[in-house]
């Protein structure tokens, strides 16, 4: 039976093709974002079924913003995926350490302090799934803000996972290599992204991971990594 799912990111790349996965398998959506156009351009896809969300995840008023208007719009998720992010590829001396806590205040604080608004929502089972990332197993260097908070992403998803499972309440990761979105294509150059997985493929992914929660099961951890990568 089809559920809920609130998907953060929706607007781009991961995110958006984790919304239009879930939609096409019947699911409900809440999108959040800030580009609301980008969220009502998926909205056309289903608009009975896409409730956009626009919001800053950094901010704490917006947190409990999108757990209100998730909850007047449908009384439980089944799920809750979070992909927004950042990349930042700097050395240490030129990483001020406010770009530092920025990178980290949306990749690490933002999943934890979603996930804390949205519990009394959470049916049961419930799957949280969270975007971590390549980078969280293999230290690249002059990536220290990004590499860092991928490692506590992980670190976050069993704590979470520890918490509330005796709940019904599951926490897995997807930790991809190189996707082609639109954080790719501004970061790297094109030669970089060869090869590069497409968003579609994490999307599927990240379903296996909510359907295999909802089955009973529980896989902690996807490494979806390119053919070509190390
Ligand atoms: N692409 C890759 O190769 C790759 C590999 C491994 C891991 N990842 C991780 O996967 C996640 C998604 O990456 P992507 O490639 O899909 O990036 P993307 O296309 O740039 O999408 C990033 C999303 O994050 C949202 N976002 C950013 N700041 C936000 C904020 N303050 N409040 C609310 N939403 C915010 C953006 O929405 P708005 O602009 O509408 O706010 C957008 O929907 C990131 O955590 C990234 O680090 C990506």
Request: aromatic share 6%.
């Amino acid at each position: 039976m089809p559920g809920t799912v609130l998907i953060t990111g929706a607007s781009s790349g991961i995110g958006a093709a984790c919304a239009r996965r879930f939609l096409a398998e019947d699911w409900s959506v809440a999108a959040v974002g800030r580009n609301r156009e980008a969220l009502e351009r998926l909205r056309a896809q289903a608009p009975e079924r896409l409730l956009a969300i626009t919001a800053d995840l950094t901010r704490e008023a917006d947190l409990a913003a999108i757990a209100a208007a998730a909850a007047a719009w449908r009384p439980r998720l089944q799920a809750v995926v979070q992909c927004a992010g950042d990349f930042l590829a700097r050395s240490i001396e030129a990483t001020a350490p406010a770009e530092f806590e920025r990178i980290w205040r949306l990749t690490v604080w933002a999943k934890f302090a979603l996930v804390r608004a949205l519990l009394p929502h959470l049916g049961r089972p419930a799957a949280l799934v969270h975007l971590a990332s390549l980078a969280a197993h293999r230290d690249f260097p002059e990536e220290t803000a990004y590499t860092s908070a991928m490692h506590a992403v992980i670190g976050l998803a069993r704590a979470q996972d520890a918490e509330l499972r005796g709940r019904g309440i599951r926490a897995a990761v997807v930790s991809p290599g190189t996707v082609r979105t639109p954080l790719t294509e501004r970061s790297f150059p094109a030669a970089a992204l060869e090869g590069a997985l497409a968003p579609e493929a994490i999307a599927g992914s990240v379903w296996h991971l909510v359907e295999t929660i909802r089955e009973g099961g529980y896989i902690p951890e996807i490494f979806h990594v390119p053919q070509n990568s190390a």
